[in-house]
Structure formats: C-alpha cells, structure tokens
C-alpha cells in the first residue's frame, strides 16, 4: 500500500529566484535555479545590471583620460587595472618605460593581488559562518590598503600609473614599511590556515563541490585560480612574461580536483608567492640619479639638493603676479599624501617623451614650457596620439588574464577598446558548476568566482 502511494505522489521541480537583492548576489546578479528537494537540477544566470559602459567611455576621453575609468573595472585590485591599460597603450606607442617605473607597477601589482584574495577568501569564509576569518583578513587588508595609500593618495580608486610612467616614486621609507606589512599579513594566513584549513564544518562544505574538469575549464576560456585549480599551468606572468616579472622568481599554485577546496588553497598559496615577489622586487628594484647638478654634471644625492620647497599654491599665485625671482630656482609641494611627487624623482619613472607623458606637478605649476606640455596632453584634439594600428596586452589580474584591445585611428582617443575580463567566462560556466550540487553549495562556489561587477558587466 505505501509503494502504491509513492508511486502515486506527483513530483514538480520548484523554481528559485537567488537576488539580485541577495546579500551574496552583490545586488547586481539573479539566478533561477531550478530544484528537486535541496538539489539543483538547472539554474540560468542573468547578469547586466550593472552596465558601466566602460569600453564606449573610453572611446570618448583621450588615452590618460581612461585611467580613472580602470580603477573601476575590478575595484579589489586597481593598480592592476591600470598596469594593464598603460602597457597596452604604451605598446601601442612603441614607448618602453624605465626599470624603475617597471618595478614599481609589479610591487604594486602584486600588492593588490593579495588585497584581492584576501577580501575573496575572508568573504566567502564569513558566507559560511567564518566571521573571525573575515575580520582577520580584513585587518591584514588594512595593512596593504595603508602602503598603498602612502604611494598613490587613495586606497581604492588609485589612478596611479600613466602612459609613460606612474604618478609619483615610491616615498621615502616603504620598504620598511612594506616588510612590516607583509610580515603582519602572514601572521594572519597562518592564523587563517589553522582556522580553515582542518575544520571540519569549512572542508565538508567546500571539498567536491562546484567541481569543473580540465577540459571544461579550458572550452569556457576560464583562466586564473579557477583554472590552476584544475591542474592546469597558465598564468600570464609565466607564458607571456610581461614587466621584469621574467627576471623574478616564484612558483605557480596548482590544484588537481577542480573543486572550492582547491581554488581555497590556490589562493592562499598565491598570496604567499605574491608576497615573495614583492621581497625580490625591492632588493633589485635599482635606485638611478634623482638630480642632475648643473654645476658638476654628476648625480647629485639627495643631501645635496639645493631648491626650497613651496606650497604649489603660493607658487602659482607668485607666478600671476609676475614675481618670478620669488620662485626660481624653488620646487613645489604638491600634495602632502604624495611624498613620492619631487621632481628630483621624476626622471626614473616616467619616458623620456614629452608627447606622451604629463609633466610633473613642479613644471606644471612653475614654468611655461610645463603648463603648455600639461595643456596639451589632456585637451580634447591635443593628447597623446599613438600612430594608427592595434594591439592586445594580456596581464595576470586577480582572477586571471585581462586583457585590453586598443586600437587607434591616429587621433587623441582610442577608435575601440575592448576589455577581456578574467570573471566574464567563469560566469558563463556558473551553471555547470552548480547543476547537481545542493542549494546550500551555491554560496561557496559562487564566492570562489569572485566575481566583481565593474568587470563583469564593464
């Protein structure tokens, strides 16, 4: 009798609408799973409600215009952002910036590669009831946000490098304070790892689950952690060396089951890399001449300098008035939080190419030839115009390879920019990766994407 009524019973499948005003959506994706019971049999991912218009924007402002713009893509680590574009459009130009400039965009590079897996992994972990985790790891993003904030001005929205160079040198004492951070940020992976790496509850919840095949990874495109989870071996810093990272070494973090567990692993382990990366950068970053002397034709060190500085202000009102002694021969204090921003400096970051990079602040402020080379490279009709052609640059960002696609028709901005955002193809594979898991198991494995809206719906 009950086989005869179980036969009976009549089963539908239950359609589930997950955000986009889900706490773990970001507000900005839906899902429509389809479930048996807690099981999901289908699910249908919808992006697009954040349109930033990226790509059309940055065909409308000149090329220097579009590095506010980068910062927005993957908001988590925008310096790579900017590091991407800039060599890209430097490629474009055919322009090879110092080997100072170069290790600092890798220093920079790398330290927000780990603030990106830090705010991914602590996330994902307070998602699944780990709250210490998140506010762990926050704290050691703190520490990182603080060296950035000491180099760039900001914390987030950096619009640190230029075509040609980057805004400011690295200030005076960052590679104490670097140690001092990175020797902070361990502290916390090692607390982490003996938080997460054993427990029970975080292992049952993420091995097996949103597993993805070798094979599957590669037909979506999908590049990355999520790929080296699988076990395959791609990271642009290693297939396509760009920068000095060919003269850097580390090792890749591999995976073999595909799953969140790996992905877990792979960017624990990558932080630790990132980390040694950026140790070897500031032993062989090389220091160059930061002031010729007119008198003797040598470097001169920077005991020796000789200029008073001035707020930019009084130098610029000095100069309306006409009172031109009163600031010769004097530089400009141009803004307390870049201590990196002298013009004694300038000269081992930025191409020696004035059709292509800004002039320091000090020139801007302080004399003619500066106000008219600033003038015309950020007037509409007046900027950087690389010679027609196209070019694409792949860098390895925080979720893996982006890439910009410039091309030029000779003018001021870009005739088409095209962005391959490294989460784009991961969500495309977001269904195969849930369908057969458990309702429960959508969390993690959509927090292992780390999928960031300015990039994905660019």
């Not at 020797?183 to 790892?193: C, G, H």
Request: contains cysteine.
């Amino acid at each position: 009798m009950t086989n005869t009524m179980e036969n009976q019973l009549e089963t539908k499948e239950m359609l589930l609408n997950v955000g986009p005003a889900h706490p773990a959506m970001h507000g900005i994706i839906r899902m429509i799973l389809g479930l048996d019971g807690e099981t999901v049999r289908s699910a249908d991912v919808e992006i697009g409600y954040l349109h930033r218009g990226f790509e059309k924007m940055a065909e409308v402002v000149t090329y220097n215009g579009v590095i506010p713009y980068t910062d927005r893509l993957n908001y988590v680590s925008p310096l790579i952002n900017n590091m991407g574009y800039c060599m890209a459009v430097e490629k474009l130009l055919g322009v090879q910036v110092p080997e100072r400039c170069q290790y600092i965009r890798v220093i920079c590079s790398e330290i927000s590669r780990i603030t990106d897996h830090l705010t991914c992994v602590g996330a994902s972990a307070m998602e699944l009831g780990a709250f210490t985790v998140f506010l762990y790891m926050i704290k050691a993003r703190e520490y990182l946000w603080e060296l950035v904030e000491a180099v760039t001005g900001a914390r987030l929205t950096v619009s640190y490098c230029r075509v040609g160079g980057v805004k400011a040198d690295l200030p005076a004492g960052f590679p104490e304070r670097c140690e001092k951070a990175l020797k902070e940020t361990r502290n916390v992976l090692v607390e982490v790892d003996k938080l997460l790496t054993r427990n029970r509850i975080f292992v049952d919840r993420m091995k097996g689950t949103g597993k993805i095949s070798q094979e599957d990874a590669v037909s979506y495109g999908i590049t990355g952690p999520f790929l080296r989870a699988t076990g395959v071996n791609y990271d642009v810093r290693k297939a396509c060396p760009y920068s000095v990272y060919d003269r850097l070494e580390f090792e890749v973090p591999l995976g073999s089951h595909g799953d969140n567990l790996d992905r877990y692993f792979v960017r624990m382990e990558e932080m630790e890399q990132s980390m040694r990366i950026i140790e070897r950068c500031l032993k062989q970053i090389p220091a160059g001449p930061v002031l010729i002397d007119p008198e003797t034709g040598r470097p001169m060190e920077p005991s020796e300098e000789k200029e008073e500085a001035i707020p930019a202000a009084e130098m610029v009102d000095a100069a309306k008035m006409g009172r031109i002694r009163q600031i010769a021969g004097k530089i400009a204090v141009t803004d307390p939080t870049l201590e990196g921003s002298e013009k004694p400096v300038h000269a081992n970051i930025a191409a020696p190419e004035k059709r292509v990079f800004l002039p320091p602040k000090e020139d801007t402020y302080g004399n003619i030839e500066g106000l008219m080379q600033h003038f015309k490279l950020v007037m509409f009709g007046h900027g950087i115009r690389p010679p027609k052609g196209e070019v694409y640059l792949p860098v390895e960002g925080a979720n893996g390879e982006l890439g910009f696609y410039v091309v030029s028709d000779g003018s001021d901005n870009a005739y088409r920019v095209r962005v391959r955002p490294p989460c784009f193809t991961i969500m495309a594979a977001l269904p195969k990766l849930l369908v057969g898991d458990m309702m429960a198991d959508v969390i993690p494995t959509f927090g292992s994407v780390n999928m960031i809206g300015g990039e994905l719906d660019r």
